[in-house]
C-alpha cells in the first residue's frame, strides 16, 4: 500500500477537487484505490453519497471506495486505522483528503505519506500556504528516513491564458520541490460534482480529464521511481 496525502494551509484550493478525480483516475487505470476523507467538512465523502444523474450508462458510482476517517487520533492509530481499511477495500493505492488546515492531522498525513501534494492556486496568499505546507512535509521527512515522503506541488484552479497561471509553475518550482502537471478551472469540474460524477465520467475525452491523467502518471512515475 501507498499513500498519497493532499495537504494544505486553506480551503478553496481544489483539494477534495483533485483528491476525488485524482483516485478516480488512478482506479480507472487499473489500480485498487481507496480515497480516505479526513476532512471535517466531508466533502468527498457526500460527493461520492450523491446519486448520479446524466451521462448515461458511463455515469456509474465512484470507481474507487470513499470512507471518512478522523484523524486526531495520532499517527499509530490512524496508520493502523488506514491499513485495515486498504485490506478491507483491497485497495494498493490511498488518497488522503486532508483537512484544509496545518494541525496535527496534517503532521500526521506527512508522516504516514509516501507522497505529499500541495494544491496551490495563482494566489501569492496561497503560494505563501505552500511554503508553510511544504515545510511540515519536510518536517516529516526529517523526523522518518530523510527520504519520504516526496513532495510534488500542484498548480490548481489556473485560469487559462492569464500570467498567474502562465508564472506559477515557475514560482512553485522556487519553494524546491518538483511541481506536478497542473489542473486549470473549468466549468467541467464544477457540472460533474453537482452531478455525483468524476471528469472521467462526466467529460471523459475532455482537456481536463486529461490533465487528471497526466497528474496521475506524474504521481505514478514519482512512487515508482
Known amino acids: ?29 487499473g489500480y485498487p484505490v481507496l480515497l480516505v ?50 485490506q478491507a477495500a483491497q485497495a494498493t493505492l490511498v488518497v488522503l483528503d486532508c483537512p ?9 498525513a506527512a508522516l504516514l505519506a509516501d507522497l505529499v501534494l500541495v494544491p496551490v492556486t495563482p494566489s501569492p496568499l496561497d503560494v505563501w500556504a505552500a511554503q508553510q505546507a511544504v515545510e511540515t512535509a519536510r518536517e516529516a521527512r526529517a523526523l522518518r528516513d530523510g527520504i519520504k515522503p516526496l513532495i510534488s506541488l500542484v498548480p490548481s484552479k489556473l485560469l487559462a491564458q492569464t500570467v498567474l497561471a502562465r508564472d506559477l509553475p515557475a514560482t512553485l518550482a522556487a519553494l524546491g520541490e518538483p511541481v506536478a502537471p497542473g489542473i486549470t478551472q473549468r466549468v467541467a469540474l464544477i457540472e460533474a460534482i453537482v452531478l455525483g460524477q468524476t471528469i472521467r465520467t462526466y467529460a471523459t475525452t475532455s482537456p481536463a480529464a486529461a490533465e487528471f491523467t497526466a497528474l496521475a502518471n506524474h504521481i505514478l512515475r514519482r512512487l515508482t521511481a
Open 1 to 29: 500500500m501507498q499513500l498519497i496525502s493532499v495537504i494544505n494551509l486553506k480551503g478553496g484550493v481544489g483539494k477534495t477537487t483533485i483528491a476525488v478525480n485524482l483516485a478516480a483516475t488512478l482506479a480507472d487505470q
Open 37 to 86: 476523507d479526513a476532512d471535517p467538512q466531508q466533502s468527498a465523502t457526500q460527493w461520492a453519497q450523491q446519486q448520479p444523474t446524466g451521462g448515461g450508462a458511463a455515469a456509474g458510482r465512484l470507481p474507487m471506495t470513499v470512507v471518512s476517517l478522523r484523524a486526531d487520533a495520532g499517527a499509530p492509530q490512524f496508520q493502523t486505522a488506514i491499513q485495515q481499511l486498504a
Open 100 to 108: 484544509p488546515e496545518l494541525s496535527d492531522p496534517a503532521l500526521v
